[in-house]
T-cell receptor, first 112, second 115 residues
Framework: GQNIDQPTEMTATEGAIVQINCTYQ??????LFWYQQHAGEAPTFLSY????GLEEKGRFSSFLSRSKGYSYLLLKELQMKDSASYLC?????????????FGTGTRLQVTL | GAGVSQTPSNKVTEKGKYVELRCDPI?????LYWYRQSLGQGPEFLIY????????DSGLPNDRFFAVRPEGSVSTLKIQRTERGDSAVYLC?????????????FGEGSRLTVL
């Protein structure tokens, strides 16, 4: 089975840096995704990690440690528009492509 | 179309009724997924299509739920004898070919309310 844990809520100040952690226990692993979801909207893709290390994309970076079953999403220079839920999702390993299993999401509130 | 399109955006029905939710994926995407999302939760997997066939339907909660994709493009999620617990946002997503590195593109969802 799959078990994905991430904090329920976080608050940070505009202009600051915030790190959202995700730990997972899965029967197999073939990649970890981060999605952003604004209230009432569709989730949108942020990042993908399959190998250990840091992937940087503008203000957003994502880190993966497969041996620890751990990932984090780092958001720099926070803006008010970054207030959203951030979903960690794992793709289990199968012979063919398959579903993503999502965590419950971390609701980030950016304040002035 | 430019993105994944889902209709209706909102559906209110009475307990025991039958509902159909439609998903039109991004043109050329062979993989299609249905998820269900309750308030404050992450999306919960229901079913995955590769082309016309259901490659993985392990997430369908019971036999009241059924989905089809007869021509490998548009998909319909069908719910019989709806129950109040079925109330949620039903999200559809597609990806280019279901490859392991492929990201999922989500639609805006269909919000189902069962009274």
């Amino acid at each position: 089975g799959q078990n994905i844990d991430q904090p329920t809520e976080m608050t940070a100040t505009e202009g600051a840096i915030v790190q959202i952690n995700c730990t997972y226990q899965t029967s197999g692993f073939n990649g970890l995704f981060w999605y952003q979801q604004h209230a009432g909207e569709a989730p949108t893709f942020l990042s993908y990690n399959v190998l250990d290390g840091l992937e940087e994309k503008g203000r957003f970076s994502s880190f993966l440690s497969r041996s620890k079953g751990y990932s984090y999403l780092l958001l720099k220079e926070l803006q008010m528009k970054d207030s959203a839920s951030y979903l960690c999702a794992v793709r289990p390993f199968t012979g063919t492509a398959s579903k993503l299993t999502f965590g419950t999401g971390t609701r980030l509130q950016v304040t002035l | 179309g430019a993105g994944v399109s889902q209709t209706p955006s909102n559906k209110v029905t009475e307990k025991g009724k039958y509902v159909e939710l439609r998903c039109d994926p991004i043109s050329g995407h062979t993989a299609l997924y249905w998820y269900r999302q309750s308030l404050g939760q992450g999306p919960e997997f229901l079913i995955y299509f590769q082309g016309t066939g259901a490659a993985d339907d392990s997430g369908l909660p019971n036999d009241r739920f059924f989905a089809v994709r007869p021509e490998g493009s548009v998909s319909t999620l069908k719910i019989q004898r709806t129950e109040r617990g079925d109330s949620a946002v039903y999200l559809c997503a597609s990806s280019l070919d279901g490859a392991n590195t492929g990201e999922l593109f989500f639609g805006e969802g269909s919000r189902l309310t069962v009274l």
